[in-house]
């Protein structure tokens, strides 16, 4: 089991950016989501997280209002939507799937699978 994400690049404070995750072994749409980053020399931070069931979707306080995770089960694709960039969103950026109730999304131990990551840069 591993996921794909994909999306990054150089952004501008205050622009926005998709992320996109896929797989190509198994269906995202059997499982919770969530997408957590990692800048260097800092611990994992989960964002966001979106559930198998109902397609409800969780937060972390420092990206709600700013960030969507939403997944098209027919592409086998979530994303995340970034808005309002700033320059401390910088990390590489990854998605998982999710071994809790997706209201837990900020603890980093229930991340299950996930593979690279995709690197967004924010600048000033």
């Known amino acids: 089991v591993q996921l794909q994400a994909s999306g990054g690049g150089l952004v501008q404070a205050g622009d926005s950016r998709r992320l996109s995750c896929t797989a190509s072994d198994f269906t995202l749409g059997d499982y919770a989501i969530a997408w957590f980053r990692q800048a260097p020399g800092t611990e994992r931070e989960g964002l966001a997280c979106i559930s198998s069931s109902d397609g409800s979707a969780d937060y972390a306080d420092s990206v709600e209002g700013r960030f969507t995770i939403s997944r098209d089960n027919a592409k086998n694709t979530v994303y995340l939507q970034l808005n309002s960039l700033k320059p401390e969103d910088t990390a590489v950026y990854y998605c998982?799937?999710?071994?809790?109730?997706?209201?837990?999304?900020?603890?980093?131990?229930?991340?299950?699978?996930w593979g690279q990551g995709t690197l967004v840069t924010v600048s000033s």
């Open positions: 998982a799937t999710y071994l809790l109730s997706c209201r837990f999304v900020t603890t980093t131990q229930a991340f299950g699978s």
